[in-house]
Nanobody, 120 residues
């Protein structure tokens, strides 16, 4: 399994960024797809996840109303639209897939991270 993430960068508080991740090497119809992040001095945190059917979506409370996850099954891609970014969103964001319940973020694979930096 390969997970190729893109779209990180530097933005001022209140701005927006869009992350994308392309998955390959498996039939991803049985996987949820999502993102983790790890900020400076913090533990890795499960942020959003979405099932193949798109019927079930998970967001950590701190991003609800600001982040939107979407999934393109035909392209095996997952996107994360991040709006109203805050300095505390600064982290390395990791694309991830898993076969368990999307709500608990039990991941099977992680991709390489992409840095998101939000200045105050």
């Amino acid at each position: 399994v390969q997970l190729q993430a893109s779209g990180g960068g530097f933005v001022q508080a209140g701005g927006s960024l869009r992350l994308s991740c392309e998955a390959s090497g498996q039939d991803f119809s049985i996987y949820w797809m999502g993102w983790f992040r790890q900020g400076p001095g913090k533990e890795r945190e499960y942020v959003p996840g979405i099932t193949w059917s798109k019927a079930t979506v998970y967001y950590v409370d701190s991003v609800k109303g600001r982040f939107t996850i979407s999934r393109d099954n035909a392209k095996n891609m997952v996107h994360l639209q991040m709006n109203k970014l805050k300095p505390e969103d600064t982290a390395v964001y990791y694309c991830s897939v898993g076969r368990g319940y999307v709500g608990n973020g039990a991941s099977d694979y992680y991709g390489q991270g992409t840095q998101v930096t939000v200045s105050s």
